[in-house]
T-cell receptor, first 113, second 113 residues
């Protein structure tokens, strides 16, 4: 089973560039979310979606956009990369919202120079 | 604001010794509580969760946690650790009003042979 797949695994961007982090799940989960992980800060929620066509902001949404056109895919777009967005990004999905087990991808390590 | 505190950023422990990883949450309302583990270069996976009922929750890999409402704590324990338990451990909480999941900053457990 593939579970949650994130691409790419590593990425280096120059300041001001844009890019899309891909996330796909094959478990037919309605709830999907994006987190960033920074040392000493745990995971912080960027955006989340409770189903196709529905997205909402998390704790740290500035500089990021999301869309959810299908149940399977939940891409995260960086509009104009900044060094402060250097982080490890995780996508997660769950079947029943926040109280059910979240399945995480293996992460994308992004460096903005 | 709801927050999750993990008092120890790093916990070294000898193999086969017991370990307790501490987690406290601040909330005036009922919460659901989780422990996740992150092995090196991987995403997070669920160890255990508390939704209601018995305050002692058993999870995978021999871990257990006890919910203490009066002390607003959800400490994770294992009676005898193995080298393979070396990982980052995250406590997380979500309000029963289905707000966002809040993660603690993480505790790095290092098991010493």
């Amino acid at each position: 089973n593939a579970g949650v797949t994130q691409t790419p695994k590593f990425q280096v961007l120059k300041t001001g560039q844009s890019m899309t982090l891909q996330c796909a799940q094959d478990m037919n989960h309605e709830y999907m979310s994006w987190y960033r992980q920074d040392p000493g800060m745990g995971l912080r929620l960027i955006h989340y979606s409770v189903g196709a066509g529905i997205t909402d902001q998390g704790e740290v949404p500035n500089g990021y956009n999301v869309s959810r056109s299908t149940t399977e895919d939940f891409p995260l777009r960086l509009l104009s990369a900044a060094p402060s967005q250097t982080s490890v990004y995780f996508c997660a999905s769950s079947s029943g919202g926040l109280v059910t087990e979240a399945f995480f991808g293996q992460g994308t390590r992004l460096t903005v120079v | 604001a709801q927050s999750v505190t993990q008092l120890d950023s790093q916990v070294p422990v000898f193999e086969e010794a017991p370990v307790e990883l501490r987690c406290n949450y601040s909330s005036s309302v009922s919460v659901y509580l989780f422990w996740y583990v992150q092995y090196p270069n991987q995403g997070l996976q669920l160890l255990l969760k508390y939704l209601s009922g018995s305050t002692l929750v058993k999870g995978i890999n021999g871990f257990e946690a006890e919910f203490n409402k009066s002390q607003t704590s959800f400490h994770l324990r294992k009676p005898s650790v193995h080298i393979s338990d070396t990982a980052e451990y995250f406590c997380a909480a979500v309000k029963t009003s289905y707000d966002k999941v809040i993660f603690g900053p993480g505790t790095s457990l290092s098991v010493i042979p």
